[in-house]
């Protein structure tokens, strides 16, 4: 992407804080406003054309629908690898995630890693590696910004 496409877009950032990441409401809140940007963002750029309802209409949409090869910048592959992890990580949150042990939760992240693979940029690698950083409780837990295209709501 263009410094010229990026500035036509509105960027913006949520932080999650420390506090937020054991916390079902607020991470779930948050990440319904993100998936929701994120999702307009793909029908603004006709990759689909509706925001799927539920997490696994989500999830079926981005293996079956979403090529990597038709995405046209590297922000279409943050979105769709920001997409993958995200709605997986809220579908878990909201059923027991939380309430799972370290290695658990270890193992659902290393398997939503792998379905990135194709879409990894450096920015969705750092924020993805942030996350998975802080529910493996490997490192101190600080404030992570993810960046969303604001214009999209």
């Not at 270890?106 to 590696?129: A, F, N």
């Amino acid at each position: 992407m263009t410094s010229e496409e990026l500035s036509q877009m509105d960027i913006r950032t949520m932080v999650f804080s420390p506090d937020d990441f054991f916390d079902q409401g607020k991470m779930v809140h948050k990440l319904d406003h993100l998936i929701q940007a994120w999702g307009q963002e793909l029908i603004d750029h006709q990759h689909i054309d509706e925001i799927p309802e539920t997490d696994e209409a989500w999830l079926t949409v981005l293996n079956r629908d979403i090529y990597w090869g038709d995405l046209n910048s590297q922000w279409e592959y943050y979105v769709v690898a920001c997409l993958i992890f995200f709605v997986s990580l809220r579908a878990d949150i909201k059923r027991d995630f939380l309430l799972q042990p370290d290695p658990i939760r270890g193992q659902r992240l290393s398997r939503w890693l792998e379905k990135l693979r194709h879409y990894q940029t450096p920015l969705s690698k750092d924020i993805v590696t942030k996350f998975c950083l802080c529910y493996s409780m490997v490192m101190e837990n600080k404030p992570i910004k993810v960046r969303y295209n604001k214009s999209q709501l």
